[in-house]
């Protein structure tokens, strides 16, 4: 396989539902680590979390932390998997579209609209202290940012992200997987976007947007993580390099 991106991933689950259904792995049967599972398809570690997140969602197998991916049941012979937007996908849209809501509304932006960015960002802070606390406070305050670009396609894209973040199995899943591991939305982050805004730094304000999502996909791909967490970062500083070269 050819570690493009597009649906890489997709293309890796389908060759392990299949190997699944030949009889290859047996019901119980633990699958290969990340990085033989990796080195075998010639592709990157967190294309396989995203491969074996599309078939534990579907029910094929469950992931164990500190243990592995185990398989819970067979397909048929003729199973066709069926895919949704996977969490970094969603955060790779996030990326594009929300860095530019951002530059728009510090043009925008009114002293009010600011002020309830404010608000938010306090009740971020106070969600983060429950282990169990939402994450409304966070949807909030991006699409508060959204609103304030004054350009309603704008705003409703980037609720459909939102939207999907809860809808997407893949994605949901993910992100359930993150706040288990005690990640949670990053004040700062959020401050510095604020910062930005009220200083009407459209440049600042799209490069602050950048750096905070850029830290939520980290963390999603460090969410499942069984270890060996500098090679990933080695492995994920193409993904971010390309993110980068978006804004040349």
Do not use: C
Not at 150 to 175: C, D, M, Y
């Amino acid at each position: 396989m050819e570690d493009s991106r597009g649906r890489l991933y997709q293309d890796l689950a389908r060759t392990l539902l299949h190997e699944l259904a030949s009889g290859k792995y047996a019901v119980g049967a633990r699958l290969p680590a990340e990085r033989e599972l990796a080195s075998q398809y010639a592709v990157s570690r967190p294309t396989v979390r995203e491969a074996i997140i599309a078939l534990e969602v579907q029910g094929f197998v469950e992931v164990r932390v500190g243990s592995g991916a185990y398989v819970v049941r067979l397909p048929g012979k003729d199973i066709a998997p069926g895919f949704d937007v996977s969490a970094l996908e969603l955060t790779e849209a996030r990326l594009l579209f929300e860095g530019e809501a951002a530059a728009l509304a510090a043009t925008q932006i009114t002293e009010q609209e600011l002020v309830e960015l404010e608000r938010l960002l306090a009740q971020i802070a106070q969600e983060n202290l429950d282990p169990h606390g939402s994450v409304e406070a966070d949807r909030a305050f991006h699409i508060a940012i959204a609103r304030a670009s004054r350009n309603k396609a704008v705003e409703q894209v980037i609720e459909q992200l939102w939207r999907l973040r809860f809808t997407s199995p893949e994605a949901s899943l993910l992100h359930e997987k993150a706040r288990t591991a005690n990640i949670k939305p990053v004040v700062d982050e959020h401050g510095a976007v604020l910062a930005a805004l009220r200083a009407r730094d459209a440049m600042g304000a799209r490069a602050a947007m950048r750096r905070h999502l850029t830290a939520v996909l980290d963390s999603l791909l460090f969410a499942t993580e069984e270890r060996a967490v500098l090679e990933v970062r080695r492995e994920t500083q193409q993904k971010r390099d390309r993110y980068a070269r978006m804004t040349e």
